[in-house]
C-alpha cells in the first residue's frame, strides 16, 4: 500500500514539475515577484540583523572581550551603550526596537580574577524571548569565565614556581602572562568561577513589535502565497486527471481507494514542500534574509502551512467541474486571502478589523510565524501557536477533502 | 470450454432510471465477446460495473469466481480495462505512462521493464515509446491506451469502444492486433456501437438496447433471427438456360431462384456455402460469369429487425 502510495505521489511530482507553465508559477514568478517587491519596498538598506544592545561598564578588560565575541557572530547587530543610557536601553528593549540588552558589571573583570561570583544582566521584553541569543549569550559567558580560569591558574603556576626559584614574578609580568594564558584558555575547565545571569524581564506598556520590511517580509509573504497557488495548481491538476480519466482508471487497477487519495495528497504536498524549500534557499542564499535562525521552527511551520494549503487544494479540486473554473478560484482564492493574511504589506499596518479577519486565514499564521524567526528572533514557544492553529486548519481541511473526494 | 465471466441479472438505476437492466451473459475462455448497441445502450454502464468502477444497483457478476461486489480488489488483479478515453498523462512519454500504471498492477523491477517493453511491440510503439504521448496521434494514443490495459497479464480484457475518433488504417491496426492477442488465447470483451468491428473480432455477441441484452448468440444465430436470407446475384456474359433452374434449386436447397437472360438471383439461407457450387455448375453448362454480388443480412439488420431503429440512431 505504501509503495503505491509513493508511486502515485511521485508521479503527480513529476507531472507537474514537466509543465514548463507549472514551473513559472512555482517558482520563477515568486522569485522575481518577492525580489521586485522587496527591494521597491525596503527603506534604508534593510538591516536583517538582530539588534542587541551592550551597556558595557566593566573597569577591566572582559567586558570588551565579551563585546568582541559577540560581534562576530553575524545574525546579530551590537548596538554599544554609554553607561548612562541604561534607561534609554531598558526603553528600546521595551519598544522591541532591541531584541534584548545586556548589561555587563563595572567590576565584572575584577571578580573574575579573583574567582568571584559576577552578574550580568540580560533585558529582554514580555512574551519577547530568543533562545538562540539566549544560548549566544550563556555560551560566551562561559567562555569568558574558563578563560579567566585559566588565566588565574597559569599565574598562580608560575608564581609558585618563582617561589621555589626564589625569583620575583613582577605585576608587568603578571598581566602579561594573564592575557597569554587568557587566549589559551581552552585547555582548562572546571571548576570555573561562575557568572550569574540575571534576566529582567521587562513589562511592555504598547506593543509596537518590529515591523519587518523589505524582503525579510517579500521573502516569507510572496513564499506563502505562491505556495498556496502552486498547490491549488495542483488542484487543477487534479481536475485535468479526473477530465483525462486517468484518476478514474486507477480504480481499475487493484489499488484501494485510500492508497490514491493518500497518494495524490501526498504529491500535493511535495509539490509545495519543495516549492517552498527552493524559495526559502533563494531568500537565504540571494536575498539574505535571515531564515536560519531557527531551522526547527522553520520546518514546522512550513509542515503545518503546506499540510493546510494541501487540505484547501484538494476541496478546491473537489469543488470545481472544470479546469478553467479551478484555474480562476486557485488564482482569486490564494491572491485574497493571501493579501488579507499579510502576504502582500505587513498586517501591522492595516486597520484592527482587518488583522482579526487576517486571522481566518492560514497565511497569517505561517507569515506571522515565519516573522517571528526572522524578524524578531524569537523561539520555538513563540511559534507552537501558529503551528497548532496551521494544524487543526490541516486537520480540518484534510479531512473534509478525503470525505468529499472524487474520481469521476 | 470453463466460463471465465457470468453476468447475473446486472441491474444499474440512476434517479429512478434502469441504465443496465437485469443484464445477463457468460464469456468462454479464450473468447471474444461483443456487447453491441447504440450510445446509450448501457454499455459503458454494464463495462464501468464489471471493472468495479461502480456498484450494482442489484445483481452480480463473477470474474474467474471472483464477485465485482465482494471481491473487487481480487476482480481487479485478473482484468485489464481499456476506457473508452485515453486515459492517459499527456505530458509524459508513453514509456513513463507504462511504466506508472505497471506499477500501478503491482509490477516491479525486471518483471515491470520486460512487460513494457512487451506491450510496446505488441501494439508496435517501441521506436516511438520515449515521445510524450501529447506528440502522438490519436490513433497512437489508443494503441497505447490498449497497451496500458496488457500490462497486468490480464485474463480478461474488457475494452470499451477502443477505436472511437480513430483514423480507418489505425482502427484496422487495432483490430488486427485485438484478434492476434484473441487468437493467442486472450479473452476479449469488447463493447463496440460500430457493427463491423464486432463482426470481425468476436465470435459471439450481445445486441443492447435501453438497458436490456435484446439478443445474443453467435454471429450466425443472430443473423437467422433476423429472418432474413442471403441474396446471390449473378450477371452472365452468356444466356442462361432455363432448364438450369431446377438444378440450381437442387444446389441451393431453395425454391427462390430466379433466371432472366444472363442473370441469376438465389434467395438461400447458406450464400456462402452454395454459391461455389454454382460457379462450378455454370462453368460445367459453359456459362461465363461477368460478376457475383452477395448480399448477406448483418448485425446492423438484426439490430433494425429487433427494434425498428438503426444501430447509430
Known sequence: MIKKVLVIAFNSLKVTFRDKGNLIWLIIMPIVWTTLIGTMSTTGGGDEKIPVGFLNSDRGIYGEVFEEILRKEESIKIVAMAEDDEDKMRNSVKDTKLSVGLIIPGDFSEKLKVREQVVIEILKSQGNSSYFLEELIEKTAHRISINALAANFTVEKISERRVVLEEEVLEDEKERIWEEAFVKADAFFEPAPSIGIEYVVLSVEKRDENIPIGVEASSPGFAVMFVMMGVCFAGVAMVQERHHKTLARLLTTPTEKFSIISGKMLGFFLVGFIQFMILILFGQLVLKVNWGNLPLGVLLLVVSYVLSVTGLGTLLSVVVRTSAQAGAFAVLISMVTSMLGGAWWPIEIVPRFMQNIARFTPQYWAINGFNKIITRGFGITEILPNFYVLLAISTISLLLAIRFFRFE | ?313
Open chain 2, 1 to 313: 470450454m470453463m466460463n471465465i465471466i457470468e453476468v447475473k441479472e446486472l441491474t444499474k438505476v440512476y434517479e429512478g432510471r434502469k441504465a443496465v437492466d437485469s443484464v445477463s451473459f457468460e464469456i468462454k475462455k479464450g473468447e471474444a465477446f461483443g456487447l453491441l448497441g447504440p450510445n446509450g445502450a448501457g454499455k459503458t454502464t454494464t463495462i464501468s460495473m464489471l471493472s468495479c468502477l461502480i456498484p450494482p444497483t442489484s445483481g452480480d457478476a463473477h470474474i474467474e469466481g471472483k464477485s465485482i461486489i465482494k471481491e473487487p480488489i481480487e476482480v481487479k488483479k485478473r482484468i485489464g480495462v481499456v476506457p473508452q478515453d485515453i486515459a492517459l498523462y499527456p505530458t509524459l512519454s508513453a514509456r513513463e505512462n507504462l511504466f506508472f500504471w505497471g506499477e500501478m498492477y503491482g509490477l516491479s523491477g525486471r518483471r515491470l521493464k520486460e512487460k513494457v517493453d512487451e506491450v510496446l511491440q505488441v501494439v508496435g510503439l517501441t521506436e516511438r515509446s520515449k515521445d510524450r504521448i501529447n506528440k502522438y496521434s490519436g490513433g497512437m494514443k489508443r494503441r497505447i491506451n490498449i497497451a496500458v490495459g496488457l500490462l497486468p497479464s490480464p485474463k480478461l480484457l474488457i475494452l470499451d469502444e477502443p477505436t472511437v475518433g480513430v483514423d480507418p488504417q489505425s482502427r484496422t491496426n487495432i483490430l488486427e492486433s485485438l484478434r492476434k492477442l484473441n487468437k493467442g488465447g486472450l479473452t476479449i470483451l469488447y463493447t463496440s456501437h460500430y457493427m463491423e468491428e464486432v463482426e470481425f473480432l468476436c465470435d459471439r455477441v450481445a445486441v443492447m438496447d435501453l438497458g436490456k441484452i435484446i439478443a445474443q448468440g453467435t454471429q450466425n444465430e443472430l443473423r437467422l433471427l433476423a429472418g432474413k436470407m442471403d441474396s446471390l446475384k449473378i450477371s452472365t456474359i452468356d444466356e442462361v438456360q432455363m432448364r438450369l433452374v431446377e438444378v440450381i434449386k437442387k444446389v441451393s436447397e431453395t425454391d427462390e431462384v430466379k433466371i432472366a437472360d444472363k442473370a441469376i438471383e438465389i434467395l438461400t439461407l447458406q450464400g456462402r456455402k452454395v454459391l461455389p457450387k454454382i460457379i462450378e455448375l455454370l462453368g460445367n453448362n459453359s456459362i461465363r460469369i461477368k460478376s457475383v454480388e452477395v448480399e448477406e443480412p448483418n448485425l446492423e439488420s438484426l439490430f433494425l429487425h429487433l427494434t425498428g431503429k438503426e444501430l447509430r440512431d
